[in-house]
Each structure stands twice: as structure tokens, then as C-alpha cells.
T-cell receptor
Framework: DARVTQTPRHKVTEMGQEVTMRCQPI?????VFWYRQTMMQGLELLAY????????DSGMPKDRFSAEMPDATLATLKIQPSEPRDSAVYFC?????????FGPGTRLTVL | GIQVEQSPPDLILQEGANSTLRCNFS?????LQWFHQNPWGQLINLFY???GTKQNGRLSATTVATERYSLLYISSSQTTDSGVYFC????????????FGQGTILTVHP
């Protein structure tokens, strides 16, 4: 049963610390997306990649967020330094033009 | 950018009832998906339906692209249908870039 996996599932950290979230997309999917979900803003697209190349990262705060895809089986989202307003659930999704499949999310709390 | 509005924002049902959820969007779309977010937070893809009608068990969906809306029907609702239902669209030539509505919170009581 192919699925998107994300680690860690939960992360509590202190303001100023670096946070790295990892995603393994479904094998064969050529597009990977990072979303953030908060009560106030709902689900927002942060960045996405096609064939490992970044296509759009306009939803990300550039000064502290970075997204990479070092190989076809791993996507990473880093926050440095983290701030309390970054507290949210971060979802990774993979797919193609039609359907996106979401991972279980990383619940991040920045104290 | 494209705007997505869902209604109603909240819906409370008794088990066995039917319901209709609506999604309006502000521009032409090349992709429309319905998702269910269960109480554990998992987002599950229900339908890919940029136009036409599809059915999957007790759920069905219809998109009328020319009138810029989509409907999700849930028949004979069950408590496991509870959660948040999201409509998400990709507008124009924006490859894969989903814009989500704010969701409909569905609660089904036994």
C-alpha cells in the first residue's frame, strides 16, 4: 500500500532552534508539495517540486524557510531560526497533474 | 489568485441522513479535488473531478465547470464520515498548485 511518509510526526522545540522535517513521496510520483495548516490560515501551499526541481516557493518565508529534494525519495523542509508563529501542521503531498496524496503531517510546536 | 468558498461552514447530522456540500470557485479550473480530513488529521483524497459526475459508494460528486461550482453528496451518513471536507482547485495554467477552501466541518451523531 503506497503512501507518503513524514518524519517526525510531532516536534516541540524552542524559539531560535533549527527544525528539519522529512518526507518520502510515493515511488514514481514526480511532483512533491509542502503545505502548512493553521486554524487561522487553513491549508496553504508553501513550495513544490517537479522532477526534484523547485517550481514555486512563493508561499514560503524565504528568510527562514528552505525546501530541498536531494533525491527522488526524500524531500526536506527546514526552518532556521524557528519562531512561535511557525507552530502548525506541515503536510507533504506527492502526485502528478491530477491527484495529490498527503502524508500524515508533522505537528510542530515552537515555544 | 483564485478564490474558493465552501458552504455550509458547519453541518450536524443524525446517522442515516443525507447531505450536500458546496464549493464555489472564482475562475476556470483545470483540477478540482475533494478531500476528507478525519479527526486524526489525515487528509484523504475522495475525488478528482474537474468536470462531470463521479460516484464512490455512498459518496458522489458533481462539478459544473461552466458555472464554477462543485457539489459533494453524502448519503446515509455514518459517524465515520465526521471530519472536515475540503474542496481544492488548480486555476488556469497553475500546474498542480492547489488552492483550498476553508472546509465544511461535518459532525454525524449516532
Amino acid at each position: 500500500d503506497a503512501r507518503v511518509t513524514q518524519t517526525p510526526r510531532h516536534k516541540v522545540t524552542e524559539m531560535g532552534q533549527e527544525v528539519t522535517m522529512r518526507c518520502q513521496p510515493i515511488l514514481g510520483h514526480n511532483t512533491v508539495f509542502w503545505y502548512r495548516q493553521t486554524m487561522m490560515q487553513g491549508l496553504e501551499l508553501l513550495a513544490y517540486f517537479r522532477n526534484r526541481a523547485p517550481l514555486d516557493d512563493s508561499g514560503m518565508p524565504k528568510d527562514r524557510f528552505s525546501a530541498e529534494m536531494p533525491d527522488a525519495t526524500l524531500a526536506t523542509l527546514k526552518i532556521q531560526p524557528s519562531e512561535p508563529r511557525d507552530s502548525a501542521v506541515y503536510f507533504c503531498a506527492s502526485g502528478g497533474r491530477d491527484t495529490q496524496y498527503f502524508g500524515p503531517g508533522t505537528r510542530l510546536t515552537v515555544l | 489568485g483564485i478564490q474558493v468558498e465552501q458552504s455550509p461552514p458547519d453541518l450536524i447530522l443524525q446517522e442515516g441522513a443525507n447531505s450536500t456540500l458546496r464549493c464555489n470557485f472564482s475562475d476556470s479550473v483545470n483540477n478540482l479535488q475533494w478531500f476528507h480530513q478525519n479527526p486524526w488529521g489525515q487528509l484523504i483524497n475522495l475525488f478528482y473531478i474537474p468536470s462531470g459526475t463521479k460516484q464512490n459508494g455512498r459518496l458522489s460528486a458533481t462539478t459544473v465547470a461552466t458555472e464554477r461550482y462543485s457539489l459533494l453528496y453524502i448519503s446515509s451518513s455514518q459517524t465515520t464520515d465526521s471530519g472536515v471536507y475540503f474542496c481544492a482547485v488548480v486555476g488556469g495554467t497553475s500546474y498542480g498548485k492547489l488552492t483550498f477552501g476553508q472546509g465544511t466541518i461535518l459532525t454525524v451523531h449516532p
